[in-house]
Each structure stands twice: as structure tokens, then as C-alpha cells.
């Protein structure tokens, strides 16, 4: 499988340009660009599909579940106001890429999938790519009180509502990023802890993410 990390001059440019094109479309945090310009996309794609990895576009990952489209996890990291060191509980790990852009940008993250499939092939090729953020297997939508409280939280699926206990889990002058809506289009929602109960609520651009599936959730 050695071969499968090889991050030559062709998937270096092509990122450069998915970047540029990033920057195009709105995304100003540098920190955000410079950590997308680091991670290798197409190590997460079948080596037939290397030419589809630094296109603006979700792909399929397996398990009805997709690798989200650059543009939306540059979108939601940057509304996360990232700093190094920030522990981060991202809900919906996926392919693991989005973790692997926290990690880049100096988060200790903690991950979490409900799919088994996706959760054992996710933990098992991330530190193969250099990225080792911690692993667990279940219902995000009830965040992970063990490990609480976070500085940030990213939501990575659509959900019907703000679930209670993703916001008891945040630091005050926390930040919980999550998509809600319907199962066909959310808005992204981010929600700033000011207070013990007390939180500025900003609705924003309308998404399409897969559906968050579980007890506070669809
Ligand atoms: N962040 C991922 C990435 O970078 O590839 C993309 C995630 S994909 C759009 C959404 C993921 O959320 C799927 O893998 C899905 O199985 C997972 N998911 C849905 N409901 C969940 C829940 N309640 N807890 C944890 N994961 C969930």
C-alpha cells in the first residue's frame, strides 16, 4: 500500500490550484488555505481516481457516505477561528480529512463515526498519512461527555436541530459549527458560548450534507 502515499509534482500542483480556487470563491483565513495546501486529498481516493481529488467536488467514500467537497470544509473550518492547541470534537469522521486540516492547524482533535466500516478503515490509514487524531466509534450527536469540554465542535452531517448536549459540551467562548435543516438542504449554523446557558446564535449559507443519523439527531 506504500505506494498509495506519494505526493508527487502533478498532485502538488493540482492542490496549489484547488486552493487558489478556494480563495477564489471566498475563503480568506490563510492559516485554513495554507492547512488544505498541506493535506494530501488524493490519499484519500482509490489511485484511479487521483484526477478527481483536487476538484472542488464531494466524492464517494463507501457506505452511502461521501469525502466532503473542499470549498464546504474550508467553509466550516474557518468559521471555527482555529488555534493551536484547541481540543476539537468533530462529529462525522468520514474519510478523515477534514480531521486531517484541524490537525494540520494545531487542534488536538477527537473524532467521531457511528459507521463501523468507516471508523476501523479511517483509524487504521490516517497515521499511515502522518495524522493521528483520536478515534471513536459511535452516536456523535450526543457529542462525548467523557472527553468534554471543547473548544470548538464541527458537525461534518446534516442535522434537524441544535442538539443540547453538543452545546453543554463547549467551553464558554466555544464555538459549535453544524449544519441544520431538512434531510435535503441545511444552513450552516454557528453557535458562540458567551455564557453557562447563554449563546449568539448565526445563521448562514445553505449546504447539502449526508443526514446526521441518531438519538439527538435524524
Ligand atoms: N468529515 C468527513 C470527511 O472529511 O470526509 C465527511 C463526513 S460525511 C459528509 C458525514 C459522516 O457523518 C458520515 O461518515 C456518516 O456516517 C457520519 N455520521 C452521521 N451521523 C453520525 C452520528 N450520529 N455520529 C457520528 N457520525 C455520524
Not at 462529529?91 to 486540516?101: D, E, F, L, P, R
Not at 459549535?176 to 453557562?196: H, N, R, S, W, Y
Given at each position: 500500500?506504500?505506494?498509495k502515499?506519494?505526493?508527487?509534482?502533478?498532485?502538488q500542483g493540482a492542490r496549489?490550484?484547488l486552493?487558489?480556487e478556494?480563495?477564489?470563491k471566498?475563503?480568506?483565513?490563510e492559516?485554513?488555505?495554507?492547512?488544505i495546501g498541506?493535506?494530501?486529498r488524493h490519499?484519500f481516493?482509490?489511485?484511479?481516481f487521483?484526477n478527481q481529488?483536487?476538484?472542488?467536488?464531494?466524492?464517494p467514500i463507501?457506505?452511502?457516505?461521501t469525502i466532503?467537497?473542499?470549498?464546504?470544509?474550508?467553509?466550516?473550518?474557518?468559521?471555527?477561528?482555529?488555534?493551536?492547541g484547541d481540543?476539537v470534537l468533530?462529529?462525522?469522521t468520514?474519510s478523515?480529512y477534514q480531521?486531517?486540516v484541524?490537525v494540520?492547524l494545531?487542534?488536538k482533535v477527537?473524532?467521531?463515526?457511528?459507521q463501523?466500516?468507516?471508523?476501523?478503515?479511517?483509524?487504521?490509514?490516517?497515521p499511515?498519512?502522518?495524522?493521528?487524531?483520536k478515534?471513536f466509534?459511535g452516536?456523535?450527536?450526543?457529542g462525548i461527555?467523557?472527553h468534554?469540554?471543547?473548544?470548538?465542535?464541527i458537525?461534518?452531517?446534516g442535522a434537524?436541530t441544535v442538539?443540547e448536549?453538543?452545546l453543554?459540551?463547549l467551553?464558554?467562548g466555544?464555538?459549535l459549527?453544524i449544519?441544520?435543516?431538512?434531510?435535503?438542504l441545511q444552513?450552516?449554523?454557528?453557535?458562540?458560548?458567551?455564557g453557562?446557558?447563554?449563546?449568539?446564535r448565526?445563521t448562514l449559507d445553505?449546504?447539502?450534507?449526508v443526514?446526521l443519523?441518531g438519538?439527538?439527531?435524524?
Amino acid at each position: 500500500m506504500a505506494y498509495k502515499y506519494i505526493d508527487n509534482y502533478r498532485e502538488q500542483g493540482a492542490r496549489k490550484k484547488l486552493v487558489e480556487e478556494l480563495r477564489k470563491k471566498g475563503i480568506e483565513d490563510e492559516d485554513v488555505l495554507k492547512a488544505i495546501g498541506k493535506v494530501p486529498r488524493h490519499f484519500f481516493f482509490d489511485e484511479t481516481f487521483w484526477n478527481q481529488a483536487y476538484r472542488d467536488i464531494a466524492f464517494p467514500i463507501g457506505e452511502g457516505q461521501t469525502i466532503s467537497q473542499p470549498y464546504t470544509v474550508a467553509y466550516q473550518t474557518q468559521l471555527l477561528h482555529i488555534h493551536k492547541g484547541d481540543k476539537v470534537l468533530e462529529i462525522g469522521t468520514g474519510s478523515g480529512y477534514q480531521a486531517c486540516v484541524l490537525v494540520e492547524l494545531g487542534a488536538k482533535v477527537y473524532t467521531i463515526e457511528r459507521q463501523e466500516k468507516l471508523y476501523e478503515r479511517t483509524k487504521q490509514v490516517l497515521p499511515h498519512m502522518g495524522y493521528k487524531p483520536k478515534f471513536f466509534l459511535g452516536d456523535g450527536s450526543r457529542g462525548i461527555a467523557k472527553h468534554a469540554p471543547y473548544d470548538k465542535i464541527i458537525v461534518t452531517a446534516g442535522a434537524p436541530t441544535v442538539p443540547e448536549e453538543l452545546l453543554k459540551q463547549l467551553n464558554i467562548g466555544g464555538i459549535l459549527v453544524i449544519p441544520v435543516g431538512d434531510q435535503d438542504l441545511q444552513k450552516m449554523i454557528t453557535v458562540l458560548k458567551t455564557g453557562e446557558n447563554d449563546y449568539e446564535r448565526i445563521t448562514l449559507d445553505t449546504f447539502r450534507f449526508v443526514p446526521l443519523v441518531g438519538d439527538k439527531a435524524w
